[in-house]
C-alpha cells in the first residue's frame, strides 16, 4: 500500500534523526503491521524480510516514516534499493552500512553520513533506506517513480510540518 497522499497527517514526530553536520529529520510514528486494507504492510508480508529478521533474532516491530520532505515508510520499504540507485544527489543511504543496529533503536541517534549509498550494499533485507540527506533532495521525483512498494513521498509543502514537528522534539 502506498505512503499516505496526506502524510504527515495523522501521525506524531517520535524523534529526530541526526547528521553530524547538524542537518536532521524526523521519524514519524506510529508504525504499523497491517494496512488500511487489513492486508499486512509490505515489509511484515515480504517472505524474505521476515526471513532476514529470523536470521538476525530481531523481532520485526512497526517502525514508522522516516523523513518528512523525503518521507520513507519503513513499514513498506523492503530494502529493494531502486530508491538509492535512482538519486542522483546520493540522499539516502542504508542506515546499517553505518550503524549496524535494529531500526527500532534509530531515533535519536547521530550519523556521519558514512553509510552505502550503493544499491547492492545493504547488510540484508532488515537495512532500510533512510533519507539522511533529505535537505539536499533536488525534487526530481526519481526515487518515487522507481520504488516497488511505493514507500516514498517526496513532498516540498511538508517542510511546514518538518518545521513544527522539530518544535516539539
Not at 517520535?14 to 536532521?24: E, Q, T
Not at 535512482?86 to 534509530?106: L, N
Request: charged content about 25%; some cysteine; proline content about 6%.
Amino acid at each position: 500500500m502506498p505512503i499516505a497522499e496526506n502524510f504527515p497527517e495523522g501521525l506524531k514526530p517520535v524523534g529526530k534523526i541526526s547528521l553530524s553536520d547538524g542537518n536532521f529529520h524526523i521519524m514519524w510514528g506510529p508504525g504499523r503491521t497491517v494496512n488500511s486494507d487489513g492486508s499486512k504492510s509490505e515489509a511484515m508480508a515480504d517472505s524474505d524480510v521476515v526471513a532476514a529478521y529470523a536470521a538476525r533474532g530481531e523481532e520485526q516491530v512497526p517502525l514508522g516514516v522516516s523523513g518528512t520532505t523525503v518521507a520513507v515508510d519503513w513499514d513498506s520499504c523492503v530494502a529493494d534499493g531502486a530508491c538509492i540507485e535512482a538519486c542522483p544527489v546520493q540522499v539516502f543511504q542504508w542506515y546499517r552500512t553505518e550503524k549496524d543496529i535494529p531500526a527500532s533503536q534509530v531515533v535519536g541517534q547521530v550519523f556521519e553520513g558514512s553509510g552505502s549509498s550503493v544499491k547492492d550494499e545493504r547488510k540484508d533485507l532488515t537495512d532500510k533506506a533512510d533519507p539522511i540527506r533529505e535537505h539536499d533532495c533536488i525534487w526530481c521525483m526519481a526515487c518515487v517513480s522507481v520504488c516497488p512498494p511505493n514507500a516514498i513521498k517526496v513532498d516540498q509543502s511538508n517542510v511546514e510540518a518538518h518545521e513544527n514537528a522539530a518544535k516539539t522534539l
